[in-house]
């Protein structure tokens, strides 16, 4: 299994913090998030891990040849973007990399979560769509992207930061996807840079009448992406990983 870990962002809404560290190595209880991800992505089993970089690379380097030993089962490879190719634009340009991956996973590095893979994994293979995205509950729907579907899962829309007379579901993206390599037929038909998944991506396979399915959450997500939801991470970490 291979997955992409998206961690190019600049953080702009943690600065001062991320001046000279990237947000994903910003301590979270003495641990960057990065490091969370990689330890939950080596239980489930993932043997490569590739990681886009942009703002601060060198430093995301740097952790990545410290952490290589610590997970000997799995393959770290960092890929630098000196212009922005956007979440869905690194997954087009790398497309070699899941060359060998019937389906796999896309994890947005700035998240904190406890998700369990394993159950995710087999819903996105019992429904067989070409994407399943984890969601969950969110009060303030029109920050987010918001889901919408049907009784079995499936979904039927999808909009990126919707304005608040737009809003027509509570559900929201999670920023985690486990994905069909059949997504790669669709690599042509995009000219634009950056490209997302939210605003791009997801809406243009509804179109094309993709079946797309829902991960319903129960477990915590949390999207470190500003000085409060950063505070707010420090005692969640020791809610969530009390055996670290």
Same mark, same amino acid.
């Given at each position: 299994?291979?997955?992409?870990?998206?961690?190019?962002?600049?953080?702009?809404?943690?600065?001062?913090?991320?001046?000279?560290?990237?947000?994903?190595?910003?301590?979270?209880?003495?641990?960057?998030?990065?490091?969370?991800?990689?330890?939950?992505?080596?239980?489930?089993?993932?043997?490569?891990?590739?990681?886009?970089?942009?703002?601060?690379?060198?430093?995301?380097?740097?952790?990545?040849?410290?952490?290589?030993?610590?997970?000997?089962?799995?393959?770290?490879?960092?890929?630098?973007?000196?212009?922005?190719?956007?979440?869905?634009?690194?997954?087009?340009?790398?497309?070699?990399?899941?060359?060998?991956?019937?389906?796999?996973?896309?994890?947005?590095?700035?998240?904190?979560?406890?998700?369990?893979?394993?159950?995710?994994?087999?819903?996105?293979?019992?429904?067989?769509?070409?994407?399943?995205?984890?969601?969950?509950?969110?009060?303030?729907?029109?920050?987010?992207?918001?889901?919408?579907?049907?009784?079995?899962?499936?979904?039927?829309?999808?909009?990126?930061?919707?304005?608040?007379?737009?809003?027509?579901?509570?559900?929201?993206?999670?920023?985690?996807?486990?994905?069909? /390599?059949?997504?790669?037929? #669709? !690599?042509?038909?995009?000219?634009? &840079?950056? *490209? @997302?998944? +939210?605003?791009?991506?997801?809406?243009?396979?509804?179109? /094309?009448?993709?079946?797309? #399915? !829902?991960?319903?959450?129960?477990? &915590?997500? *949390? @999207?470190? +992406?500003?000085?409060?939801?950063?505070?707010?991470?420090?005692?969640?970490?020791?809610?969530?990983?009390?055996?670290?």
């Amino acid at each position: 299994m291979k997955a992409l870990i998206l961690a190019a962002g600049l953080g702009t809404r943690l600065r001062p913090l991320t001046e000279k560290t990237p947000k994903q190595l910003l301590p979270v209880n003495g641990k960057p998030p990065l490091l969370y991800h990689l330890e939950s992505l080596s239980l489930f089993g993932v043997d490569g891990v590739l990681i886009n970089t942009h703002h601060l690379s060198e430093k995301i380097d740097s952790f990545v040849k410290g952490e290589q030993t610590v997970f000997p089962s799995m393959t770290i490879t960092t890929t630098f973007e000196p212009e922005l190719l956007g979440s869905a634009g690194t997954m087009f340009a790398n497309k070699t990399f899941f060359d060998d991956s019937e389906d796999f996973l896309v994890v947005y590095g700035d998240n904190l979560t406890d998700i369990n893979y394993k159950e995710f994994f087999d819903e996105h293979k019992k429904k067989g769509g070409l994407v399943t995205i984890a969601c969950y509950y969110e009060h303030h729907p029109e920050s987010k992207g918001i889901i919408n579907f049907n009784d079995s899962g499936k979904i039927t829309s999808f909009l990126e930061k919707p304005k608040k007379e737009q809003v027509t579901s509570n559900w929201a993206n999670a920023g985690m996807y486990f994905i069909n /390599k059949k997504i790669f037929e #669709y !690599i042509n038909n995009f000219e634009q &840079t950056p *490209l @997302d998944f +939210g605003y791009h991506l997801f809406p243009f396979l509804l179109e /094309k009448g993709e079946d797309m #399915y !829902i991960y319903q959450m129960s477990e &915590t997500v *949390l @999207d470190i +992406g500003t000085l409060e939801s950063y505070n707010e991470a420090q005692s969640l970490a020791k809610k969530l990983f009390k055996n670290d």
